[in-house]
């Protein structure tokens, strides 16, 4: 059985690394929306890539950066219009993507997969590519502890030291995006804004601090989606599915807890 679903449990200790910081940063953030947009959105890169043949994740990752700074750029400058603003991105994004797809010969079954997702067939590429990500995020998340809680809880104190937390901001949106595109492949588009957040909700009524936050939502969405895979397997279903499925039942479970 391992043999089988080997690669989908690798992928789901480095998504779960993924889901530990920036699924936290996520939530206590409060971009659950512009999070949504950028993923719907990053249907455009892989629309392009699919019409041009060029590599996916490559193009995708190019155009959710692209998506990333413009709502960097949106929510600092217009946040008063933002909510609708990011909806407008998150339909232009999947407009790009669908139009692109009709342009492109013949019938492009890949551009499904990359909808739903199935973490049973992550290919060894795309682990490469998610340790990489993995990488550059923990890389982050070392040097800018302080500055990202700072950014998330006082953003006045980053300007006091001197720290331009736009561009702080900016940087974390364009990690956000990246972690996007390195899950889209085992999770699908759709259901990417529910693995990241669910885990680390259910985290935050369970700790205090950030740190901890982290490591507990981490552990939560390894349990997931390791859980997922396996119900999956043996009983033929999908699997993006049955882990959040798996997973909403967790968060009303801790709904209960008291405060």
Known sequence: MFD??????????????AIAIIGSLIV??????????IAHGSFGGIGIALYLGANVLLTTSIFAVFLAIILAFIT???SHRQDSLIGVIWAIGMSIGIIFLNLAPGYQADALSYLF??????????LLFMGIIDLIIL???IFLYHRFLAMSYDREFLTLRGINANLLYTYFLILTSL?????????G?????????????????FTKRFFTMMILSGILGLVFMVGGIIISFYYNISPTPTIVIIASIALFLSLFKRS
């Open 139 to 141: 890389i982050s998340i």
């Open 76 to 78: 600092l400058k217009f």
């Open 189 to 205: 588009i759709i259901l990417i804004l529910a693995l990241f957040t669910i885990p680390s909700l259910i985290a935050e009524r």
């Open 28 to 37: 206590i953030n409060k971009t659950t929306a512009i999070t949504g947009s």
């Open 117 to 126: 997702g199935n973490i049973l067939l992550v290919e060894d590429k795309d």
């Open 4 to 17: 089988l679903i080997s690669n989908s449990i690798y992928a789901s200790i480095l998504l779960s690394i």
């Open 179 to 187: 972690t996007i595109v390195m899950s889209v492949r085992a999770i």
